[in-house]
């Protein structure tokens, strides 16, 4: 009984494992031909195309990197642009508001001060006009006249402070100095700094030919009485 059960078990189990033997073959045999082949023509041309497509991709994001980047400069560019500009302008109009406001104000008080020597001088002025000399009569001679000599010298008192307060009334009329001007050019017109050497030696000539002649003509004159007398 029991070999009989002991060959009946060993058929049972070679007959279960031939099957497990064939299928795993099968299997493995189906991976090794499907890893072992060459590709083919098509599939080849599909990789290369795919890498090409890669290729594109991303020298087209490379482009976008480097607009980006290039961008990104320029407003770096500007930003540096904007505040160095900013700052180099405020402190060139603060220092020009600053002179200017100075100088305004000086000119205002300059402004007013001439205001009023200008009002002291004509006051002064219609005073000196309003002397009517000829209306003076034997009797009121004296006194018009301390009047008179009176409003001349506060007229002449007001110049004078006029004068040191503005150095412009003491220059000279534009006709005046034009005057001098055209003098001082007439005196000089040619000195001999000016005068080249050959015009001195015509000078020169000019001048020294007539004595030359007197002192040619005396000894010709004595020649001609040596020979007479001789």
């Not at 006249?145 to 110049?159: C, G, P, Q, V």
Request: proline share 3%; charged share 30%; aromatic share 6%.
């Amino acid at each position: 009984m029991s070999d009989k059960f002991d060959v009946v078990s060993f058929l049972n189990e070679e007959a279960k494992g031939k099957p497990m033997q064939n299928t795993r073959s099968d299997v493995k045999n189906i991976h090794t031909t499907g890893t072992t082949r060459p590709p083919t023509r098509e599939e080849l041309e599909l990789k290369i195309t795919e890498a090409q497509q890669k290729l594109a991709d991303l020298k087209r994001a490379q482009e976008e990197l480097e607009r980006a980047r290039a961008a990104l400069e320029e407003a770096k560019r500007r930003q540096v642009e904007f505040q160095t500009g900013r700052q180099e302008i405020i402190r060139e109009l603060t220092r020009g508001v600053g002179i200017l406001e100075k100088s305004e104000l000086k000119a205002r008080q300059e402004a007013e001060q001439l205001s009023k020597t200008l009002a002291g001088l004509k006051d002064a002025l219609a005073k000196v006009q309003a002397i009517r000399d000829e209306t003076w009569t034997k009797d009121n001679y004296q006194v018009e006249l301390t009047k008179a000599l009176t409003s001349i010298e506060n007229a002449r008192m007001e110049l004078n402070s006029a004068k040191l307060k503005w150095p412009i009334l003491t220059t000279s009329s534009p006709n005046v100095e034009a005057n001098s001007d055209v003098s001082t050019s007439s005196i000089h017109p040619n000195t001999i700094a000016n005068i080249k050497f050959r015009e001195l030696c015509k000078l020169g000539l000019a001048f020294s030919w007539p004595i030359a002649a007197v002192i040619l003509i005396v000894a010709i004159a004595f020649m001609i009485i040596y020979i007479y007398h001789k």
